[in-house]
């Protein structure tokens, strides 16, 4: 029996379950969650290239950034760099995606897989630096100072040159060519490009050696290639004001606003002109400043106009909150100035008017104070 038993154990088959195949070398060390977790994906992957390509994967990514929807246009954007993971247009829709989300550690982790995928070779092809701005644009807006300047120079030199075989192959292909590359580069992202070059002047190295006349410079740029530029002719108008030019400066300033604040106030009860709008107003940061810059220009009622439709597209800024306060206060302050100065009594009208005021600065200013608090008790360490 013993013998028979020896036999037996000599015939058993050996257990693999500690030796991997070839397949499975990738799951090492991995729980048996974790194991299941990376076959789906692997299948989903699998399933995804063999029923998409990725230029329709990036159609649809494009589709939902249009829509605003960066959540899904992020899903689509991932599986096209599962596919393809070196692909430069998903990688630049990836990074425009983080940073419309405000994911900024993702954002810097692209940025440093862009600067890595620039410097090797992928599949035999080294891939080329000279083609895609937006790349070059995105990396410039999550740098800092000298390096952003790099990114953004070398993203107008790909721009130009962009623009320059466009322009050759329009002129060879005739009109029709031109509605078929309706998407290409225009001038007015050379003039986008510019401005953002001029802000870094205004702010991060705005105590550089000719840092004033350098921004002057990329601002009049902006204004060549594009002159009705909303964004360029306010960066002149706060570079004007810098310079203590305030008149000239309110003029440009209200030559910007005048671009799209009057057709946007006409459209607010309008949902066939929103696409429009979308592609006109400036940025809700560029909005902020020209908020800003209205109410140092004295230019209150309309500073109003700028903050309320701020708030209707995003109540959640505290910096709004309280600019609308503060302007409320100071067209109190004006008014009384202005009756103090006439050496008048103060009419009835006036003192509901004034009431009005203070009511409408200290309910804004409350509610800013209201939401720092709540910022706050979300992340004590969040610094407001």
Same mark, same amino acid.
């Given at each position: 029996m013993g013998g028979q038993a020896k036999g037996k154990q000599k015939n058993k088959p050996k257990r693999k379950e500690n030796r991997p195949t070839r397949g499975d070398a990738g799951f090492v060390g991995l729980s048996p969650q974790d194991r299941v977790k990376l076959r789906m994906h692997e299948k989903a992957k699998k399933k995804t290239a063999e029923k998409y390509t990725v230029q329709q994967l990036l159609e649809k990514t494009e589709e939902c950034m249009d829509g605003f929807d960066f959540d899904m246009a992020g899903l689509f954007c991932q599986r096209a760099l599962d596919v393809e993971p070196t692909n430069l247009q998903a990688l630049d829709m990836l990074g425009h995606i983080c940073s419309e989300q405000g994911d900024t550690t993702k954002a810097k982790g692209i940025s440093f897989l862009v600067k890595v995928l620039h410097s090797l070779s992928v599949h035999g092809m080294e891939l080329s630096p000279d083609v895609g701005h937006s790349k070059y644009m995105y990396l410039g807006q999550i740098h800092t100072g000298q390096e952003a300047v790099d990114y953004y120079t070398r993203g107008i030199q790909v721009l130009l040159s962009a623009l320059d075989k466009q322009a050759q192959t329009t002129a060879q292909a005739g009109a029709a060519a031109q509605a078929e590359d309706a998407d290409l580069p225009t001038v007015?992202?050379? !003039? $986008? +490009?510019?401005? #953002?070059?001029?802000?870094?002047?205004?702010?991060?190295?705005?105590?550089? %050696?000719?840092?004033?006349?350098?921004?002057?410079?990329?601002?009049?740029?902006?204004?060549?290639?594009?002159?009705?530029?909303?964004?360029?002719?306010?960066?002149?108008?706060?570079?004007?004001?810098?310079?203590?030019?305030?008149?000239?400066?309110?003029?440009?300033?209200?030559?910007?606003?005048?671009?799209?604040?009057?057709?946007?106030?006409? !459209? $607010? +009860?309008?949902? #066939?002109?929103?696409?429009?709008?979308?592609?006109?107003?400036?940025?809700? %940061?560029?909005?902020?400043?020209?908020?800003?810059?209205l109410i140092e220009s004295e230019d209150y009622e309309m500073a109003v106009d700028v903050l309320e439709g701020l708030l209707e597209e995003d109540d959640e800024v505290v910096q709004v909150w309280y600019l609308s306060g503060w302007v409320c206060y100071l067209q109190l302050e004006k008014a009384k100035e202005q009756q103090d100065r006439e050496g008048r009594e103060v009419t009835q009208e006036e003192t509901e008017e004034w009431k009005a005021l203070k009511e409408a600065a200290r309910s804004y200013l409350t509610k800013a104070k209201k939401r720092i608090g709540q910022k706050m008790a979300n992340n004590p360490y969040r610094t407001i």
């Amino acid at each position: 029996m013993g013998g028979q038993a020896k036999g037996k154990q000599k015939n058993k088959p050996k257990r693999k379950e500690n030796r991997p195949t070839r397949g499975d070398a990738g799951f090492v060390g991995l729980s048996p969650q974790d194991r299941v977790k990376l076959r789906m994906h692997e299948k989903a992957k699998k399933k995804t290239a063999e029923k998409y390509t990725v230029q329709q994967l990036l159609e649809k990514t494009e589709e939902c950034m249009d829509g605003f929807d960066f959540d899904m246009a992020g899903l689509f954007c991932q599986r096209a760099l599962d596919v393809e993971p070196t692909n430069l247009q998903a990688l630049d829709m990836l990074g425009h995606i983080c940073s419309e989300q405000g994911d900024t550690t993702k954002a810097k982790g692209i940025s440093f897989l862009v600067k890595v995928l620039h410097s090797l070779s992928v599949h035999g092809m080294e891939l080329s630096p000279d083609v895609g701005h937006s790349k070059y644009m995105y990396l410039g807006q999550i740098h800092t100072g000298q390096e952003a300047v790099d990114y953004y120079t070398r993203g107008i030199q790909v721009l130009l040159s962009a623009l320059d075989k466009q322009a050759q192959t329009t002129a060879q292909a005739g009109a029709a060519a031109q509605a078929e590359d309706a998407d290409l580069p225009t001038v007015k992202d050379v !003039s $986008v +490009a510019y401005c #953002s070059l001029a802000e870094i002047y205004l702010t991060d190295l705005c105590m550089e %050696e000719g840092a004033a006349d350098k921004c002057k410079d990329f601002i009049e740029k902006a204004l060549q290639y594009h002159h009705d530029n909303p964004e360029a002719l306010q960066l002149m108008a706060s570079y004007l004001f810098s310079t203590e030019r305030n008149q000239e400066g309110r003029e440009y300033l209200l030559k910007s606003v005048g671009l799209w604040l009057p057709a946007q106030k006409e !459209s $607010v +009860a309008s949902s #066939s002109a929103e696409g429009w709008m979308q592609s006109e107003v400036p940025p809700y %940061e560029s909005r902020i400043t020209t908020a800003k810059l209205l109410i140092e220009s004295e230019d209150y009622e309309m500073a109003v106009d700028v903050l309320e439709g701020l708030l209707e597209e995003d109540d959640e800024v505290v910096q709004v909150w309280y600019l609308s306060g503060w302007v409320c206060y100071l067209q109190l302050e004006k008014a009384k100035e202005q009756q103090d100065r006439e050496g008048r009594e103060v009419t009835q009208e006036e003192t509901e008017e004034w009431k009005a005021l203070k009511e409408a600065a200290r309910s804004y200013l409350t509610k800013a104070k209201k939401r720092i608090g709540q910022k706050m008790a979300n992340n004590p360490y969040r610094t407001i």
